[in-house]
């Protein structure tokens, strides 16, 4: 654990552990394959970057909330495209700062909050930066005063489906808690028998939205991660609540940086042509890594394979380094992550083709 000017105690930023497994995979002749960190390779559409370029003059202070396109772009596009029941939206700078803030701006010190036992780091980040008391829990959520979700999964892939969901509301309504679920990966569903349900789709809700908030991003289905392009969705309160503190903040995303936002949100045929890229690349792993000796867990929606050789995930982050791929350890997600590693989709076709063909060897 690393400890903060400000006193926070928190763990030791995860990434930097793989400083040593990044030179071996550097040092391979034919050059590095990185799959360790979700970051996008493939280009932002031309329209994003018109309309970013086409804003840029603008001089004034942007708007917290968003501007009105802006907040019309969001309701419509979570409507048509994940069936999403949406009350109020409001922009963010990029859903890891909004994730790590929530609990902060919620007032959750001293409160429990609860996130997945095996989960994204910032969840359990935020909930330390608030002073507030972390639980790693996928079902008994004890006391929790606010409930993350994350469906679905980073770094798992699973999808929690809508009676699941619905337990989850329940349980929360009978407590008084807020639920905010991270749905990142929400377009990128790879099981058509389980597609991913939003924590907003009325069928999880049955029209009422208290006390749930969703959480979206551009960065993965339309490569905006450069962008830092986000928004949450939910209950009208709540949002109402969280944009009067980021005004105080000052976390406004920028002007040009909302245009960009608008085209993007209107611009379906870009976002399909993104997720047909990952479908190929993930047969493509999914066949080399399991002809490799690996089996692969859940990973029915998301950027990501979550995998395992039934060895500590440092060896397997070793064995796979030494063929030139460098992978995030399961261990950066949770103990219960300790045997399994996280595989991105996102190298190049040209990367991921290298990586096949090394497992292969």
């Not at 003059?57 to 495209?81: D, F, M, S, V």
């Not at 996928?138 to 006391?143: A, H, I, P, Q, S």
């Not at 993930?282 to 000796?293: C, P, S």
């Not at 992978?327 to 990367?351: C, H, K, M, S, W």
């Amino acid at each position: 654990m690393s400890r903060t000017p400000l006193g926070h105690t928190l763990p030791d930023f995860p990434w930097n552990s793989l400083a040593d497994a990044k030179k071996k995979a550097q040092a391979h002749p034919d050059g590095i394959v990185d799959l360790s960190v979700g970051n996008p390779v493939d280009p932002v559409a031309p329209g994003v970057q018109l309309a970013l370029s086409a804003a840029a003059e603008a001089p004034g202070y942007p708007q917290t909330q968003g501007t009105p396109e802006l907040r019309e772009a969001i309701a419509k596009a979570l409507q048509r495209r994940y069936n999403m029941n949406v009350d109020a939206v409001l922009p963010v700078i990029g859903t890891k700062e909004a994730i790590a803030w929530l609990p902060t701006l919620l007032g959750m010190r001293g409160e429990t909050v609860a996130f997945p036992t095996v989960a994204y780091p910032t969840y359990e980040v935020g909930v330390l930066l608030a002073g507030a008391k972390p639980l790693r829990a996928d079902e008994d959520f004890e006391d929790a005063s606010l409930v993350f979700i994350n469906s679905p999964s980073n770094p798992t892939g699973r999808v929690l489906g809508v009676e699941k969901l619905r337990e989850i509301v329940a349980w929360a309504r009978a407590n008084n808690a807020i639920v905010a679920s991270d749905e990142c990966y929400m377009g990128l569903g790879w099981d058509d028998e389980n597609p991913p349900v939003s924590i907003l789709d009325p069928r999880v809700t049955d029209g009422d939205n208290t006390r749930l908030i969703a959480m979206h991003s551009l960065s993965k289905s339309a490569n905006m991660a450069s962008y830092r392009a986000g928004f949450f969705a939910g209950d009208a309160q709540l949002i109402a609540e969280l944009l009067e503190l980021r005004k105080h903040a000052g976390l406004i995303v920028p002007g040009p940086i909302q245009a960009a936002m608008v085209a993007a949100l209107d611009d379906d045929p870009s976002e399909a042509l993104q997720r047909q890229r990952y479908a190929a690349r993930r047969v493509d792993l999914m066949r080399a890594l399991t002809g490799a000796g690996f089996r692969i867990e859940h990973s029915e929606a998301g950027l990501y394979l979550w995998a395992t050789r039934g060895e500590n995930c440092r060896k397997t982050v070793d064995w796979l380094a030494e063929r030139g791929i460098l992978v995030a350890p399961g261990d950066f997600y949770g103990p219960a992550g300790e045997q399994y590693v996280r595989i991105g989709l996102n190298g190049t076709d040209e990367r991921i083709a290298a990586a096949v063909a090394r497992l292969a060897e």
